[in-house]
């Protein structure tokens, strides 16, 4: 009888602590939302997300400035794109601008070394598709009209585990922090109930 009352004890007390902790707001760490870009984003998106690779994933603010501010190892980017239509006799500025991203030795810019990492390669390390966001967001920047499209071969084959194990990880409530706090008490009031029936036991018999 006792156990009983003990058993229903611990259920209530587990049970508590779960709710209480689900109502805790929640610190934990998520991997930053990534941002994926598809033949069907827009310019304005895809602006943005080249805004966030030239600042972030690119490093490219080391070299370049965006805004007065910045370092002056390469052209001002904010006149890249208003250049890059005069840059080479022949060329588009999207040309160009793809060009300058991926083989950068190809041409120089007048004035500078020539210094830049192509963007295919590491530290950028971008792929087809965050090229041609940063193409977007240097038109965007220079007032132009943003003229890259993406089209399916610029999208890397995302991998099937990527795409789906941080959906369920989120969705399942045996992620929660509260509910694996209350399945630890659980367990380990569980196995003291036991030692203290084991110890009981022992004494009566
Ligand atoms: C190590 C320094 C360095 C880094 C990092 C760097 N660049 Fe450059 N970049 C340069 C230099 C120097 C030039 C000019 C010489 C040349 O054309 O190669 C240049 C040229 C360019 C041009 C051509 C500009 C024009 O006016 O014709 C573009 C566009 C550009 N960079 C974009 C980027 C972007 C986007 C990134 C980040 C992915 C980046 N750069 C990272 C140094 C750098």
Request: with cysteine; net charge neutral.
């Given at each position: 009888?006792?156990?009983?009352?003990?058993?229903?004890?611990?259920?209530?007390?587990?049970?508590?602590?779960?709710?209480?902790?689900?109502?805790?707001?929640?610190?934990?760490?998520?991997?930053?939302?990534?941002?994926?870009?598809?033949?069907?984003?827009?310019?304005?998106?895809?602006?943005?997300?080249?805004?966030e690779?030239?600042?972030?994933?690119?490093?490219?603010l080391?070299?370049?400035?965006?805004?007065?501010?910045?370092?002056?190892?390469g052209?001002?980017?904010?006149?890249?794109?208003?250049?890059?239509?005069?840059?080479?006799?022949?060329?588009?500025?999207?040309?160009?601008?793809?060009?300058?991203?991926?083989?950068?030795?190809?041409?120089?810019?007048?004035?500078?070394?020539?210094?830049?990492?192509?963007?295919?390669?590491?530290?950028?390390?971008?792929?087809?598709?965050?090229?041609?966001?940063?193409?977007?967001?240097?038109?965007?920047?220079?007032?132009?009209?943003?003229?890259?499209?993406?089209?399916?071969?610029?999208?890397?084959?995302?991998?099937?585990?990527?795409?789906?194990s941080?959906?369920?990880?989120?969705?399942?409530?045996?992620?929660?922090?509260?509910?694996?706090?209350?399945l630890?008490?659980?367990?380990?009031?569980?196995?003291?109930?036991?030692?203290?029936?084991?110890?009981?036991?022992?004494?009566?018999?």
């Open positions: 009888m006792t156990f009983f009352k003990i058993f229903a004890f611990l259920l209530m007390t587990v049970s508590i602590y779960s709710y209480v902790g689900q109502l805790v707001p929640q610190f934990e760490e998520h991997p930053p939302v990534k941002k994926v870009i598809t033949v069907a984003t827009s310019a304005a998106e895809l602006a943005a997300i080249g805004e690779l030239v600042q972030v994933k690119g490093g490219c080391i070299c370049h400035k965006v805004t007065d501010v910045g370092n002056d190892r052209p001002d980017l904010r006149q890249a794109a208003g250049k890059a239509a005069t840059r080479k006799q022949g060329m588009s500025a999207e040309t160009y601008l793809l060009e300058s991203l991926i083989k950068p030795e190809v041409f120089t810019v007048p004035g500078f070394p020539q210094m830049m990492p192509p963007a295919l390669q590491p530290p950028a390390n971008f792929n087809r598709a965050e090229v041609k966001a940063v193409i977007a967001y240097l038109q965007t920047l220079g007032g132009a009209e943003v003229t890259v499209k993406i089209e399916t071969a610029d999208i890397p084959v995302v991998k099937e585990v990527d795409a789906t941080p959906v369920i990880a989120l969705e399942s409530p045996w992620s929660h922090e509260g509910v694996r706090l209350g630890v008490i659980l367990a380990f009031n569980l196995v003291m109930l036991a030692v203290l029936a084991i110890a009981g036991r022992r004494k009566t018999s």
